[in-house]
């Protein structure tokens, strides 16, 4: 049974730094896609940012572009979100997703098989 658990969110004044992490169990990921989606209340769900299994690609949304680091550690099975100058904006419930199909899944949320149960990430002005 493939887990993923996200964790590091939290509540955060504007402009500081947070980071998450999706640790994934159940299977191995590191010949597959990674990901950060996020959603906040009454939105639907929007991709953040991605990664291929070898690392070469990455992915962000234009939002966070410059702000927001994604990395990988395929031998522990750990996938890592680096947010920094976060804006109140960046308020949601964060998801990690991993693609059982394929290397590079991108910013196609329909790509992603797996998916963790999410973590609040609340920005304060």
């Known amino acids: 049974q493939v887990q993923l658990v996200e964790s590091g969110g939290g509540l955060v004044q504007a402009g500081g730094p947070l980071r998450l992490s999706c640790a994934a169990s159940?299977?191995?990921?590191?010949?597959?896609?990674m990901g950060w989606f996020r959603q906040a209340p009454g939105k639907e769900r929007e991709f953040v940012a991605a990664i291929s299994w070898t690392s070469f690609n990455t992915y962000y949304a234009d939002s966070v572009k410059a702000r927001f680091i994604i990395s990988s550690d395929n031998v522990k099975n750990l996938v890592y979100l680096q947010m920094n100058i976060l804006k109140p904006e960046d308020t949601a419930v964060y998801y990690c997703?991993?693609?059982?199909?394929?290397?590079?899944?991108?910013?196609?949320?329909?790509?992603?098989?797996?998916w963790g149960q999410g973590t609040q990430v609340t920005v304060s002005s």
């Open positions: 997703a991993g693609s059982g199909r394929y290397y590079d899944a991108g910013r196609t949320i329909t790509n992603y098989d797996y």
């Open positions: 159940g299977r191995t990921f590191s010949r597959n896609g």
